[in-house]
Nanobody, 126 residues
């Protein structure tokens, strides 16, 4: 069974930084495209960042572009989300997700991903 576990969430002041990690077990990490999504109360799940299985393709949501960076370490079966210049509107539960079937479309759509972590809370104070 494929399992994704996010860590690194917490409380941070506006303008600060946080690094999220997601460890994937029970599958073939190097075969997965990976994404980060977030969901704030009373909002739909929002695309944050994407990285291809090789790491040579990345995409970001408009609201985080220039502030967040996604990366992966295949030797550690881990995908990261470095978050800088955090804003209160970044407050949400952050989820990592794995897509074994990515072919170049709809990386920003949650239903395209087969496996999801439990989420980690990020709270940014003003």
């Amino acid at each position: 069974q494929v399992q994704l576990v996010e860590t690194g969430g917490g409380l941070v002041q506006a303008g600060g930084s946080l690094r999220l990690s997601c460890v994937v077990s029970g599958g073939f990490f190097s075969s997965y495209a990976l994404g980060w999504f977030r969901q704030a109360p009373e909002q739909e799940r929002e695309f944050v960042a994407f990285i291809s299985k090789s790491g040579n393709e990345t995409h970001y949501g408009d609201s985080v572009k220039g502030r967040f960076t996604i990366s992966r370490d295949n030797a550690k079966n881990t995908v990261y989300l470095q978050m800088n210049s955090l804003k209160p509107e970044d407050t949400a539960v952050y989820y990592c997700a794995a897509d074994p079937y990515y072919t170049g479309n709809y990386y920003f759509v949650p239903v395209e991903y087969d496996y999801w972590g439990q989420g980690t809370q990020v709270t940014v104070s003003s």
